[in-house]
């Protein structure tokens, strides 16, 4: 399991904390993230109703969360089923500081 954030992470860490905050951060990806945690495995076509944009649109968007190394896909025929990659909730966790930390670090 990946440990929450601390304010004294290495730069690389911050990095990647930053990093996967900024791509969450849109709706549309949010949105999308959500529908894989609660329902696993969807074909895009399922998804475009979640998405609530062009289906060009999307496929950008369902792009940045796969480069992101948040969610998998593969090829059935025509479609694309996406799904939650492995440990992308825990690596979302540890992007965000526990109130603890906020707390401790606080003036």
Same mark, same amino acid.
């Given at each position: 399991m990946v440990e929450s954030m601390t304010l004294e992470q290495s730069p690389p860490a911050q990095e990647l904390?930053?990093?996967t905050l900024a791509v969450v951060a849109d709706p549309v990806r949010w949105r999308l993230l959500a529908e894989l945690a609660r329902s696993g495995t969807r074909c895009v076509c399922d998804l475009q109703p979640v998405g609530q944009v062009?289906?060009?649109?999307?496929?950008?968007? !369902?792009?940045? =969360?796969?480069? %992101?190394? !948040? &969610? @998998?896909? +593969?090829?059935?025929?025509r479609w694309v089923d996406y799904t939650l990659a492995s440990g992308a909730a825990d690596r979302?966790? +540890? +992007? =965000?500081? @526990? %109130?603890? &930390?906020? &707390? +401790?670090?606080?003036?």
């Open positions: 904390a930053v990093s062009a289906p060009n649109v999307l496929s950008y968007h !369902l792009k940045v =969360l796969r480069d %992101a190394g !948040l &969610v @998998t896909s +593969a090829k059935r025929g979302l966790r +540890a +992007a =965000l500081p @526990t %109130a603890d &930390v906020l &707390v +401790a670090n606080s003036p």
